[in-house]
């Protein structure tokens, strides 16, 4: 009897396991605002973004940090990509969507095509979390995601709190997020980090929101006082695109 319950457990498990990372992936490739790979150019590219990045992102960063942020930092990831492309190295990948692409490198230990790439997916979804704001005020969330917050957190204050620790304390290079976990459906958010390159999806997470903590994000206009960055990001977080995404996953399920 016991080996027969462990092993349905494990055969459960397995299955739980494959639902959340179909719907990862699902997600992840249903999210038309973030194309920025092109199977029938066969290129990668930097994506469109909403706003006038030489203006910087009023009041949290100028012109000069934006440049350099997406101008040189984001284009050598998709330059490395191109040229990967360009050499044949990624035959066996022109016909999958980038989110698979992402969790294949990542499976097979394939780090040259994996870091660039993942860097790829999360500075473009970190372009979509922020959008200029004329005043100095905090944006906060609303309708579900922010009843979801408060709900798990009890206020946004203490959810904004744990996220700012996590983000400041994140060592060295890497990504805070709040995620969407498909295996908890009755408290299904999180602040995780990511060290380096890596993304939420090969843990099975979904994105719905991110700080780039990478010193280059921030180091022009804040040298290395992280958490007075962290502090007025709130300023600029683009909700409607975190709600967006949050609501997306909810009507999946």
């Not at 009897?1 to 639902?19: A, E, I, V």
């Not at 101008?71 to 360009?86: C, D, F, G, I, P």
């Not at 744990?162 to 295996?183: D, H, I, M, R």
């Not at 290395?224 to 999946?252: G, L």
Request: net charge neutral; charged share 25%; hydrophobic share 30%.
């Amino acid at each position: 009897g016991g080996k027969k319950n462990l092993f349905f457990k494990k055969k459960m498990m397995n299955r739980l396991t494959r639902r959340n990372l179909h719907q990862v992936k699902n997600f992840v490739t249903r999210q038309q605002s973030l194309r920025y790979y092109s199977k029938r150019n066969n290129q990668f590219y930097l994506p469109k973004l909403d706003f006038d990045h030489k203006q910087g992102v009023s009041p949290v960063f100028t012109g000069e940090q934006m440049e350099y942020h997406y101008e040189k930092h984001h284009q050598s990831y998709v330059t490395k990509l191109n040229s990967m492309l360009n050499s044949g190295d990624l035959d066996k990948y022109k016909d999958k969507e980038i989110s698979a692409m992402i969790i294949d490198a990542y499976n097979s230990s394939f780090t040259q095509l994996y870091n660039p790439l993942a860097q790829h997916f999360n500075h473009s979804f970190f372009w979509k979390c922020i959008k200029p704001n004329e005043g100095e005020e905090e944006r906060e969330p609303t309708g579900r995601l922010h009843d979801a917050i408060v709900s798990q957190w009890g206020d946004v204050e203490t959810f904004r709190n744990e996220f700012k620790n996590k983000a400041v304390n994140n060592f060295g290079s890497g990504w805070t997020w709040l995620v969407y976990n498909p295996s908890k459906p009755k408290t299904p958010l999180e602040v995780v980090n990511t060290g380096n390159a890596d993304v939420p999806t090969i843990h099975e997470k979904i994105p719905l929101l991110t700080i780039d903590v990478w010193e280059h994000s921030y180091y022009v206009d804040y040298r290395n006082d992280r958490p007075k960055f962290v502090d007025e990001f709130w300023k600029i977080v683009n909700w409607e695109f975190v709600e967006d995404v949050f609501e997306t996953v909810e009507n999946s399920n």
